[in-house]
């Protein structure tokens, strides 16, 4: 008798726990939902789609790909298989943990059994406490217990015969993608991105060993966007391309870069966690008590929200990162962090717009780790950045792109300029480049202006 293997966050074949679970003969299953697709932008679906035709053609065109409610689509195939358990890596967020008790629930008044194997993450979400036997609220005491649970090695496979079903192509992705765009984006450009990264295991691999070719620099290279030292791991850990389980056996070590990589991935398992305990996090203050600072809103709000995810603001640092992630589907997390400052603190915006946009366009899309990157930037957060702290665009220009090359590598009107002119302050707007639409002290003040009254709010 099949079972059913639900691919989800994991479309992989190596160190696959649910796979290894599943047994000898599988039909291997991904379900386009329209309720969760009409929210991912057109990049993330079409490199979404690609991830899936690479993973079809490892197991010899036998992917099984249905569009519809997954309540519905899972026991289905099920039934037509005759399988008599269906198999999944666990899921975290919110709707995803609703969705999977429906599933199973649907499965059992059918005579059927459910079985969720496996984390996406080396150490499972909402299992990790403090002395207190609370989850943690900040990083520092999270990765201090995280690091004593590692050491788990990657899972070995055995043989799979994978069972033919009818489907559709992985194309269906794209054609339901993006149907609830959110208003206030007005005209922004709706498109793929026309350079999205390689999709897949192969491609994965390749990556992952291009990046252990170049680890050794990590650790005082990866603030540089000018520099091509980040791992560009991030979309293949997003779908599950890549387990970090792997990426941990292949790279870790003692040195300071491998520190420094391991300290990035827990991150991304300390902001799971924290969504697992806090799902209301998704879409509002972390800290309740910074829920109050006043954000601009209305028609003129919106025009400058579009100006920013444009890329033109004429500050030169954060439009090379906009125009990056409209051209790529990526941007440098430093970039991320600089963007997301001149948002919500120069322009005075809801981080839950720029939080939006980022998910549109990103094929790394995670909704843990944007969603909580935007609340520490925003002071909202966990280990939130303090209020007062606000990138200067011009300043972190001059220290992580000191000769403009990341600038002009993005922002064409700056491509012939020997120093890209914001990183000289006061000098001259440079002709067909925007002038700068704000001025920084002022709006610098005013932000600090406005944090302060809710961390002080006047009595009523």
Not at 127 to 152: I, M
Not at 155 to 183: K, M, Q
Request: charged share 25%; hydrophobic share 40%.
């Amino acid at each position: 008798m099949p079972s059913v293997l639900w691919f989800r966050r994991d479309l992989r074949l190596a160190d696959h726990p649910a796979l290894a679970a599943s047994g000898h003969d599988v039909v291997g299953l991904f379900v386009i939902d329209p309720s969760l697709i009409g929210e991912v932008g057109p990049s993330r679906a079409q490199y979404l789609a690609a991830t899936l035709e690479s993973l079809n053609a490892s197991i010899g065109g036998r992917l099984v790909v249905r569009v519809g409610d997954p309540v519905a689509i899972v026991p289905q195939v099920a039934r037509e298989a005759g399988a008599a358990t269906v198999y999944a890596t666990m899921e975290y967020t919110p709707r995803g943990r609703d969705r999977d008790d429906r599933v199973a629930n649907r499965l059992s008044a059918d005579g059927r059994s459910w079985c969720a194997v496996g984390s996406p993450y080396v150490v499972e979400p909402a299992t990790t406490y403090g002395a207190s036997g609370q989850p943690y609220r900040v990083f520092s005491g999270f990765r201090r217990a995280w690091l004593s649970r590692l050491g788990e090695p990657p899972i070995s496979l055995g043989e799979v015969n994978w069972v033919a079903l009818d489907g559709v192509g992985a194309s269906a992705l794209v054609a339901e993608a993006g149907r609830r765009r959110p208003h206030f984006f007005g005209d922004l450009p709706d498109g793929p991105s026309l350079h999205l990264p390689g999709a897949g295991e192969p491609a994965a691999a390749v990556a992952l060993e291009r990046f252990a070719s170049r680890l050794e620099r990590y650790d005082v290279e990866r603030d540089r966007p000018d520099l091509d030292a980040t791992s560009r791991l991030s979309a293949f850990l997003r779908f599950g391309v890549l387990h970090p389980r792997t990426v941990l056996a292949r790279l870790d070590g003692p040195s300071a870069a491998a520190a420094k990589l391991r300290d990035e991935l827990c991150w991304r398992e300390f902001y799971a966690d924290v969504l697992a305990h806090h799902p209301s996090s998704a879409w509002r203050a972390f800290r309740p008590s910074m829920a109050s600072v006043r954000v601009d809103r209305g028609p003129r709000a919106e025009e400058r929200f579009r100006t920013w995810a444009r890329g033109e603001t004429g500050f030169p640092v954060v439009d090379a990162g906009m125009r990056q992630l409209l051209a790529e589907g990526w941007m440098h997390n430093r970039v991320r962090m600089n963007t997301a400052s001149f948002l919500v603190k120069h322009l005075h915006l809801d981080w839950r717009w720029g939080a939006k946009w980022f998910l549109w366009r990103l094929v790394d899309g995670d909704l843990a780790s944007n969603q909580h990157g935007w609340q520490w930037v925003a002071g909202t957060g966990t280990d939130a950045a303090p209020f007062f702290r606000i990138f200067n665009p011009t300043r972190q220009a001059e220290r992580f792109d000191p000769h403009g090359d990341y600038v002009r590598r993005y922002v064409a009107e700056l491509a012939d300029v020997a120093v890209p002119h914001c990183l000289r302050p006061g000098a001259a707007p440079m002709s067909g480049y925007p002038a700068p639409m704000i001025d920084l002290a002022n709006e610098r003040t005013e932000a600090l202006a406005r944090y302060a009254a809710a961390v002080h709010p006047s009595p009523t």
